[in-house]
């Protein structure tokens, strides 16, 4: 499978996550985290594609890619489309040598770890196996 952009509405859900499970550092406001997501999506879609024009790679079309933040819609961030949305996150996005050393990996990689514990029986599960 090829890498695309993500869609607006995608990077609205992760830093809405990002927010929800508590992870935002105050020198980071929503647009500019937004911003560095969607910005490192693009990065690794253009790599993957030989630096071809924004206009040209596979995504939303007629998407000026400037982001502003606004809350994803009304809908309740589950634990598990939280995971799923970093893992298609990550995916588009790592196609670059360098992505796993971006700060965009690790808010991403931040997201995913704080959603695991917000698992259903994530606190009821055995910490040690015996």
């Keep these: 499978m090829s890498a695309y952009i993500v869609s607006r509405n995608h990077i609205h859900y992760l830093v809405t996550a990002y927010q929800r499970y508590g ?8 647009t500019k985290l937004g911003n560095l997501l969607w ?7 253009r ?16 998407e000026d890619y400037l982001y502003k933040y606004r809350p ?14 970093c893992e298609c996150y990550d995916y ?3 196609e ?3 992505w796993q050393q971006s700060e965009a990996y690790r808010v991403v990689e931040s997201i995913k770890s704080a959603a695991i514990h ?3 029986g994530y606190e009821k599960a055995p910490w040690g196996i015996d």
């Design 92 to 94: 588009q996005a790592s």
């Design 72 to 85: 994803f819609p009304p809908v309740k961030i589950e634990a598990l489309t939280t995971i799923k949305a």
């Design 23 to 30: 992870q935002f550092l105050p020198e980071r406001s929503p």
């Design 47 to 62: 790599y993957r594609y030989n630096n071809e024009p924004v206009d040209q790679l596979p995504g939303p079309m007629g």
């Design 96 to 98: 670059c040598p360098d």
């Design 39 to 45: 910005q490192e999506n693009i990065r690794s879609v």
């Design 118 to 120: 917000h698992l259903p």
